[in-house]
C-alpha cells in the first residue's frame, strides 16, 4: 500500500507539472473561470435571482464539464502512446495502476485547482447576503466528484487512441450520454414505451439527478457511492485498455 | 557465468501476423548481443517482452533469474531499458526527466543526484541539463534516453538501436560507453548497423520473420559465407590463364574463378577448402611461375553480405 502511494505521488506530481508546461494550464483556467462566470451571471441570472446563493452557478457545472473535463483527460494516455513514453513508463518499476492513479489523480488537481479559483464567487455571494454555506460547500463537493467520474471515463478513453482529439470527442460524447439520461426530454421519451422501472434506472444512473440533488444540500450516501463507483469502473476500464491496446 | 536475461520460446501473434515465432535466447553477464533483423522481423517485438512491456502468447523471460510476468516490478528494477525510437516527455527538461525516473526508482534525495550526476556525466549531458527535451537535438534526445537507462547501472540493459541517427563521433561515443559498460551487465542491443556489432557486441543473432536463423559470433557468422577465406588476385590479363593453373595445383584449392577484368588486368578469386594456403605460400607460388600479381588480398567477406544471405532466401531461414 505504501508503495502504490508513493509511487502514484511521483506520477502525479510529474503529471501535474506537465499541465503547466505548457500554455493549456493558463488557457483552461482562463476559459473555466470566464464560462462558469459568464453563465452564473447571464444564464443563471446570479443578480436577478435576488436569492443569496450559488445555484445558478452550480447549475451549468454538469454541462460545462462535457467539454473542459475530457479536455483535460484527452492527453493523459493518448500522448504516452503518440510519443512512445508508455513503453517508458511501463517498464519502470511501478505497477500500472500506480500510473493510472497517479495520473487520474494529477488532472483532478487540477480541475481542482481550476474550482477553487472560483472561490471569489462564494465570497461575493457572502457579501451580498447570507447564504446556506453548508450548501455551497457540499455543492462543490459534488462538483469535484463529477469532474472526477467525468475524468475517469475520458482517461479511459484516452487510452484507446493516440489521436487526443478523437480521445476528445468521444468521452465527450459518453459523457453526454450520461449527462442526458437525466433530463426529463429524455426520460419522457422512455416513459412512453419502457415500464417504470427502466425509467428509474436510466435516470438514476444520470450524473445530472445526483448533481441536482447534491447541490440542493442533499449530499446522500447513494450519490457520493455512484460517483464513486463511476469512477472505479472507469478506471478499471483503463486498467484493461491499456493491457488491450499496449501493441499497437 | 551467470545468465541474466533468458528468454524460453517466446512466441507472439498480432492478428494473423505471427510476429515472434519461437525465439530462445540466453545472455551471460559480459556478453553484449546483437540483435539483427530486417525491419519488421520481430525484434522490437521480442525486446518488448523480454523487458516485460508486451505479455508474449507463450514462452517465458528472466531478468537476473526473476520471471518477468510473474514479479514484474523485481525484475523491471534490475532492467534498464532504451526503447525503439528512444522515447522522453518532451514537456520536461533533462535534468527535471532524469530526476523524476531517479525518484521512481526508489533513490532518496541524496542518492538520486548522485546517480543522476553520474549518468549525465556518462552520457555527457551537462551542457544541455535545464532545456526542455523537445527543444534537444536528435543525438542529445538519445543520450538523455540512454542516460535514463543506465541511472540506476542495471545488471541488464537493453537497447533498441541505441546509435539510430546520432553523428559518427556520437556514435563512437555510444559505442565506447556500451563497451565500458559491458564487463557487469548483461547487454542486448538491437541495430542496422552490421559494423557496429563488430565494434561491440561479443555475439550475435540474427532473427527473420520471427525466427533466429543465425547466432554466433561475427566471425562465426561470416564463416558461413561462401567466399569466406576465399583468396582474390588481380593480374594482367596475360598471365591470368596460367596463374589460373599454377592455384588449381594447390591441393588446397578447390576452384578458381574469374570474377571480371577490366583495365587490362583478370581478377580471379580461388576458393579454398579448410587448410586454406598462408599469403607467403602463395606469393612464392606465384613468384616461382615468374606471374607478377598486382594484388593478393584474403576475402573476409562482411556482416552485410552474411545479413542479406540469411535474410533474403529461404534457405538461409532453413539454416535455422
Same mark, same amino acid.
Given at each position: 500500500m505504501h508503495e502504490l502511494a508513493r509511487n502514484s505521488w511521483i506520477i502525479a506530481k510529474r503529471e501535474f507539472a506537465g499541465y503547466f508546461s505548457s500554455p493549456l494550464a493558463t488557457v483552461f483556467l482562463i476559459v473555466f473561470i470566464a464560462l462558469t462566470g459568464a453563465f452564473a451571471f447571464y444564464l443563471g441570472g446570479f443578480f436577478e435571482r435576488?436569492?443569496?446563493?450559488?445555484a445558478p452557478f452550480f447549475q451549468y457545472h454538469p454541462w460545462l464539464y462535457l467539454l473542459l473535463v475530457p479536455a483535460v483527460a484527452m492527453r493523459l494516455w493518448a500522448e504516452e502512446r503518440k510519443s512512445g513514453t508508455i513503453e517508458l513508463l511501463m517498464t519502470l518499476p511501478i505497477s500500472p495502476w500506480e500510473a493510472i492513479l497517479g495520473k487520474f489523480l494529477a488532472a483532478w488537481a487540477f480541475i481542482g485547482v481550476a474550482l477553487l479559483l472560483t472561490i471569489p464567487m462564494w465570497i461575493t455571494v457572502n457579501i451580498l447576503g447570507n447564504p446556506d454555506n453548508g450548501v455551497i460547500f457540499t455543492s462543490y463537493l459534488g462538483s469535484l466528484l463529477m469532474a472526477g467520474a467525468f475524468l475517469a471515463i475520458g482517461s479511459a478513453i484516452s487510452?484507446?487512441?493516440?489521436n487526443q482529439v478523437i480521445a476528445f470527442i468521444v468521452a465527450a460524447t459518453i459523457c453526454f450520454l450520461l449527462v442526458m439520461s437525466g433530463v426529463e426530454l429524455v426520460l419522457n421519451v422512455l416513459r412512453v414505451w419502457t415500464p417504470d422501472f427502466v425509467v428509474q434506472a436510466v435516470a438514476s444512473m444520470s450524473v445530472l439527478s445526483h448533481f441536482d440533488r447534491i447541490t440542493k444540500g442533499v449530499i446522500g450516501l447513494p450519490s457520493v457511492v455512484f460517483y464513486l463507483s463511476l469512477i472505479a469502473f472507469a478506471l478499471f476500464a483503463n486498467r484493461i485498455i491499456i493491457e488491450l491496446k499496449k501493441a499497437d | 557465468m551467470a545468465v541474466l536475461i533468458q528468454a524460453r520460446d517466446l512466441n507472439k501473434r498480432f492478428g494473423d501476423i505471427?510476429?515472434? %515465432?519461437?525465439i530462445s535466447l540466453e545472455v551471460a553477464k559480459g556478453q553484449v548481443l546483437g540483435f539483427l533483423g530486417p525491419n519488421g522481423a520481430g525484434k522490437s517485438t521480442t525486446m518488448k517482452m523480454i523487458t516485460g512491456f508486451l505479455e508474449p502468447d507463450s514462452g517465458s523471460a528472466h531478468i537476473a533469474g526473476i520471471d518477468v510476468f510473474e514479479n514484474p516490478r523485481a525484475a523491471k528494477a534490475k532492467l534498464g531499458y532504451l526503447p525503439e525510437g528512444a522515447?522522453?516527455?518532451? %514537456?520536461?527538461?533533462a535534468s527535471a526527466f532524469l530526476n523524476f525516473i531517479a525518484e521512481i526508482r526508489g533513490f532518496d534525495r541524496e542518492a538520486a543526484r548522485a546517480r543522476v550526476a553520474a549518468a549525465v556525466d556518462k552520457t555527457q549531458l551537462a551542457s544541455v541539463l535545464g532545456q526542455k527535451i523537445d527543444t534537444l537535438s536528435k543525438g542529445f534526445k538519445r543520450r538523455v534516453a540512454i542516460a535514463q537507462a543506465i541511472l540506476h547501472d542495471p545488471e541488464v540493459l537493453i537497447m533498441d538501436e541505441?546509435?539510430?541517427?546520432?553523428d559518427p563521433n556520437q556514435k563512437h561515443q555510444v559505442r565506447r560507453l556500451i563497451t565500458e559498460m559491458a564487463r557487469d551487465k548483461a547487454i542486448i542491443v538491437s541495430t542496422h548497423i552490421l559494423e557496429e556489432v563488430e565494434a561491440v557486441c561479443s555475439r550475435a543473432i540474427i532473427i527473420n520473420r520471427g525466427r533466429i536463423v543465425a547466432d554466433g559470433t561475427a566471425e562465426d557468422l561470416m564463416r558461413r559465407l561462401p567466399h569466406h577465406n576465399a583468396i582474390r588476385l588481380a593480374v594482367s590479363a596475360g598471365r591470368a590463364e596460367a596463374l589460373s593453373q599454377a592455384l588449381s595445383?594447390?591441393?588446397?584449392?578447390s576452384k578458381v574463378e574469374s570474377i571480371g577484368a577490366a583495365n587490362g588486368k583478370v581478377e580471379l578469386r580461388a576458393l579454398a577448402n579448410a587448410g586454406a594456403p598462408r599469403p607467403t605460400e602463395l606469393a612464392s607460388l606465384i613468384r616461382s611461375r615468374f606471374i607478377e600479381a598486382e594484388e593478393v588480398r584474403i576475402e573476409r567477406g562482411n556482416l552485410d553480405d552474411v545479413f542479406r544471405q540469411i535474410t533474403t532466401s529461404d534457405e538461409g531461414a532453413s539454416h535455422a
Open positions: 435576488g436569492q443569496a446563493d450559488l487510452a484507446l487512441t493516440r | 505471427v510476429a515472434v %515465432d519461437g522515447p522522453c516527455y518532451g %514537456d520536461m527538461t541505441p546509435t539510430d541517427g546520432l595445383e594447390f591441393a588446397a584449392i
